[in-house]
């Protein structure tokens, strides 16, 4: 007789963090693969340099690779609350790289900050709920 064990997180408190830390792996990491193949492109819509744009999507591709990790490790409270602490801190970037006017950056390169200090924040909220969950 064969015995099949899993691992599986599914139906325990922690499911709904590690749910939300994988979506913003995913979306991070394929966004930063994005910006690698066109990051030419992104600089002249946004203002910035090409260099600033591969940057910036090396970091996101890494980033997302990490939070999967994270989000796989047995116990994902203290992950998640650094990756919650990081997001928050993403968006304050953000936000700050455009009121200070770090980069001379169109309307369209504004929109595309703050648009990702949006996602950002919505991801350390659905995180946060994650970690409600678990207490």
Not at 3 to 12: K, L, N, P, S, V
Not at 62 to 71: E, T
Not at 93 to 101: D, H, N, R, W
């Amino acid at each position: 007789m064969t015995t099949i064990t899993t691992t599986a997180h599914a139906g325990t408190k922690d499911a709904f963090l590690r749910f939300a830390m994988r979506l913003d792996a995913v979306v991070s990491g394929v966004v930063g693969l994005a910006g690698l193949a066109l990051a030419p492109r992104i600089a002249e819509l946004s203002g910035t340099t090409p260099a600033v744009e591969y940057s910036l999507s090396a970091f996101f591709v890494a980033y997302g690779i990490a939070v999967y990790a994270l989000s796989r490790q047995a116990y994902v409270r203290t992950p998640g609350r650094l990756v919650v602490a990081g997001n928050v801190g993403f968006t304050v970037a953000a936000v700050a790289v455009v009121l200070a006017g770090v980069w001379p950056l169109t309307t369209m390169g504004v929109v595309l900050t703050l648009g990702s200090g949006v996602f950002t924040l919505v991801m350390a909220d659905l995180q946060y709920l994650g970690l409600r969950r678990i207490r």
